[in-house]
């Protein structure tokens, strides 16, 4: 499978540690959610966009809260 994300400026906590809410759709054209903590890149590689665009959307906490995979499943995730 294929995803393609957008950053958002939504910061959530996952486990302890802040996760940049990304939005995006799979290569079927399914909307998904990824919440990532870490990107890594290669240190010969250009930062110049990653640091531009990171630390021009400024942060917005929000509340997370954990859903087991058969609630998402389900399509039940308000519980």
């Known amino acids: 499978m294929q995803i393609t994300v957008t950053s958002t400026k939504e910061i959530v906590h996952m486990n302890g540690a802040p996760a940049r809410a990304w939005t995006g759709k799979t290569s079927e054209g399914v909307p998904v959610v990824a919440y990532i903590t870490c990107v890594q ?3 010969k590689e250009d930062l110049s966009e990653l640091d531009r665009d990171l630390i021009r959307n400024p942060l917005v906490i929000a509340p997370a809260q954990a ?3 058969d ?5 039940d995730t308000n519980a």
């Not at 609630?71 to 399509?75: D, H, K, L, T, Y």
């Open 67 to 69: 859903v087991a995979l």
């Open 41 to 43: 890149v290669e240190e």
């Open 71 to 75: 609630q998402i499943a389900r399509g």
